[in-house]
């Protein structure tokens, strides 16, 4: 008798290890701990996007540190839930939220080895600048985007973009709603002004060239309706939003309105471009230096992406040639 409940206990004590094996390996599998809810959000998230250089990019994990080579990509990232770990330096477009992050260098000169010091999971590039980040880049298991933002189209483009990473399309919806209804409303203001032909020039410390209807200015005056005198032209290859300029061609072409863009300050660009109307009497031919309808473009909102702040541009432009209209 003593026997028998000897075994009974152990057929007792055995059942009790079986049942607290079946249940640890159903909770977690073998020797692991039970799936929290997050990791098996992320084990569900998967994102194609396709970006700007026509690359389809495959997402199998929500991106968690980010950096971007564009100081343009912070807020539109921001709006629509995303942060950074890295971003290039600007004196310009330096959000609050982004002022603390690790520099990566300047757009121009990007620091790939302080890129890979940010440990991202995902870096942003930009188009035209930084393509050649690529292949390190992936070389080290980082998954890369190509961003093009430069005119209102491809702002727009990019919110919806940076929406799908994380998971906000709606944020990126009202955002774009929000941009449209602010441009419209400076396009009714416009109803029944003159509509003048214009020209943009570029001026750098090379000489000037002639601003598409791709570069930023280009699209802000398409958003006005203001025809360029420029549309048509043969872009130039290295900067293809750009052609080359002549003043024959400027006169020929008899701009109502002339706009000026350049890297630096204003006053000096317009000393600079005041004497050199002044030297070659062919400029004072053209209806827009006679009317003194000759304007400079800020270059945070003109020469950099002005990405969430479009609206400000399309303003600020339709402001300079009607200030009756737009008052500061």
């Known amino acids: 008798m003593n026997g028998l409940k000897k075994m009974f206990r152990s057929f007792g004590g055995l059942a009790v290890v079986l049942a607290v094996c ?19 959000q992320e084990s569900s998230y998967h994102v194609e ?33 995303g942060d950074v770990v890295g ?11 982004a002022k603390d992050k690790a520099s990566v260098g300047k757009v121009y000169q990007i620091d790939v080895e302080k890129v890979l010091a940010c440990e991202p999971d995902l870096v942003i590039l930009n188009k035209g600048m930084n393509e050649k ?11 890369t985007l190509v961003i093009s933002g430069k005119t209102y189209e491809e702002v727009k483009r990019e919110l919806e973009l940076f929406a799908q990473v994380t998971g ?4 990126a919806k009202d955002k ?30 090379q000489g ?26 043969t872009p130039n290859k290295k900067h293809p939003d750009t052609a080359p300029y002549s003043l024959e061609s400027l006169v020929e072409q008899n701009p109502d309105v002339l706009f000026v863009t350049s890297m630096g300050k204003i006053e000096d660009i317009r000393a600079g471009m005041d004497k050199t109307m002044q030297e070659n009497p062919a400029w004072q031919t053209i209806p827009a230096v006679q009317k ?14 002005p990405g969430i702040h479009y609206p400000e541009a399309v303003r600020e432009m339709a402001h300079c040639v009607y200030p009756e209209r737009f008052p500061s």
């Open 133 to 143: 980040l690529i292949d390190t880049l992936e070389a080290n298991g980082i998954k």
């Open 176 to 205: 774009i709603a929000e941009m449209d209804a602010q441009i419209a409303e400076v396009q009714t203001k416009l109803d029944g002004a003159e509509v003048p032909r214009i020209a943009i020039l570029h001026s750098t410390g």
């Open 22 to 40: 079946v249940l640890s390996l159903t909770m977690a599998g073998c020797g692991g701990t039970a799936p929290s809810a997050s990791s098996s």
């Open 292 to 305: 003194g309808r000759v304007y400079y473009l800020p270059q945070d909102l003109f020469l950099l992406s």
């Open 208 to 233: 000037l060239s002639v601003q598409l209807d791709t570069s930023i200015a280009g699209s802000v005056a398409q958003l006005l309706n203001w025809p360029n005198t420029a549309t048509g032209l």
């Open 87 to 97: 971003r290039p330096d600007s004196k310009n477009q330096m959000p609050d939220y």
């Open 49 to 81: 996007v396709t970006d700007d250089l026509g690359r389809v990019v495959s997402l199998t994990k929500k991106p968690e540190r980010i950096v971007v080579t564009s100081a343009s990509f912070l807020e539109p990232l921001h709006v629509v839930g």
């Open 168 to 171: 906000e399309e709606q944020k």
